[in-house]
């Protein structure tokens, strides 16, 4: 058995006070998303990893940075997209403004230096400046691919890898680079946590289109009104030349949605993107077998396992 209830109670504990600040509307955002709860998948991961090898230095540190990037990227996200809502809550942007809530994103992203400056470690800035650089990269790619129409699954895995995996690879790789670990446990650890984030993106585009809003805490069919076409429009591109229409019309149409949804049914393609999601996490518990077995490994393999279940 893992018990995290105290590091992540330390956590949040230190993420309250990283946060604060002396303008209200800070405190505002800050308290709706940040010190709001949610899964806190990624700490989680930090942790986990951590203690699979033994305890490793700056974990809290390393919990926090990955957290505090996120948290940044999901501001700045849900102005891009022009989200209704964030963790069941009116998203910021909305509440403060356009300006207000990039700024907020903007004072995460100076916590995060200085949660890092904190360790010393150079080596943890350069991973933290390539993974920045790979989110950037990762978002820009995904609207260019929705302009050009250049929809393909090469791309779709470039999206994914950038815009999740490489930070969920930084939360696993993060805590062997901070122990000096081998080269290969630092690689079964990053290759674990770039699986199981692929993995975890295309459970998340899968409940974007067949889940439920009531579930997921957020309306459903975001990607196919933003034109971003995910594993599961990709695959229905391939077998029925309407669903390119409909990603490019927006899915204006009132129907679209259920008709994508009832495509993916009949067509067997729901069922065949959830057997990719099995296959994705199995690969990520396959990662770990350089790694010994302790409760620590195995919880991150059932973290993983879990992706073919999710329901939000």
């Known amino acids: 058995?893992?018990?995290?209830?105290?590091?992540?109670?330390?956590?949040?504990?230190?993420?309250?006070e990283l946060v604060q600040s002396e303008v209200l509307f800070i405190r505002l955002?800050?308290?709706?998303?940040?010190?709001?709860?949610?899964?806190?998948?990624?700490?989680?991961?930090?942790f986990l990893a951590s203690r699979a090898l033994g305890?490793?230095?700056?974990?809290?540190?390393?919990a926090l940075a990955v957290e505090l990037l996120h948290s940044a990227t999901l501001l700045h996200d849900d102005?891009?997209?022009?989200?209704?809502?964030?963790?069941?809550?009116?998203?910021?942007?909305?509440?403060?403004?356009n300006a207000v809530s990039v700024l907020s994103g903007d004072f995460l992203l100076s916590r995060l230096l200085h949660v890092i400056a904190r360790t010393g470690r150079m080596d943890l800035v350069e991973r933290f400046a390539q993974v920045a650089k790979t989110l950037a990269e990762g978002e820009v790619l995904q609207f260019q691919v929705a302009a050009l129409e250049d929809y393909?699954?090469?791309?779709?895995?470039?999206?994914?890898?950038?815009?999740?995996?490489?930070?969920?690879?930084?939360?696993?790789?993060?805590?062997?680079?901070?122990?000096?670990e081998a080269p290969e446990v630092r690689e079964a650890?990053?290759?674990?946590?770039?699986?199981?984030?692929?993995?975890?993106?295309?459970?998340?585009?899968?409940l974007d289109l067949m889940g439920t809003p009531e579930v997921l805490g957020k309306p459903v069919g975001g990607d196919v009104r933003e034109g971003k076409a995910t594993l599961i429009t990709l695959l229905l591109m391939e077998r029925f030349p309407e669903v390119r229409e409909i990603l490019r019309r927006r899915g204006r149409e009132a129907s679209d949605l259920e008709r994508l949804r009832a495509l993916a049914q009949e067509s067997g393609v729901a069922q065949e993107v959830e057997a990719r999601i099995r296959r994705k996490a199995q690969e990520a518990v396959e990662a770990l077998s350089p790694l010994p077995e302790n409760p620590y490994t195995l919880a991150l393999k059932a973290l993983a396992l879990k992706e073919a279940e999710r329901l939000a």
């Not at 994914?160 to 993060?174: F, N, V």
């Open 1 to 16: 058995m893992t018990d995290l209830e105290a590091p992540l109670r330390r956590f949040e504990e230190a993420l309250a």
């Open 55 to 62: 305890g490793a230095p700056f974990e809290l540190e390393l």
């Open 79 to 97: 102005l891009i997209d022009e989200a209704e809502t964030r963790r069941g809550k009116e998203a910021a942007f909305r509440k403060y403004g």
């Open 29 to 46: 955002i800050h308290q709706d998303l940040v010190t709001a709860g949610g899964k806190r998948i990624r700490p989680r991961l930090v």
């Open 152 to 180: 393909s699954l090469e791309n779709y895995e470039r999206i994914i890898t950038a815009k999740t995996a490489a930070l969920m690879a930084l939360c696993t790789e993060g805590p062997a680079l901070l122990r000096g």
């Open 189 to 206: 650890l990053h290759r674990f946590g770039l699986l199981y984030g692929q993995a975890f993106q295309m459970r998340d585009d899968y």
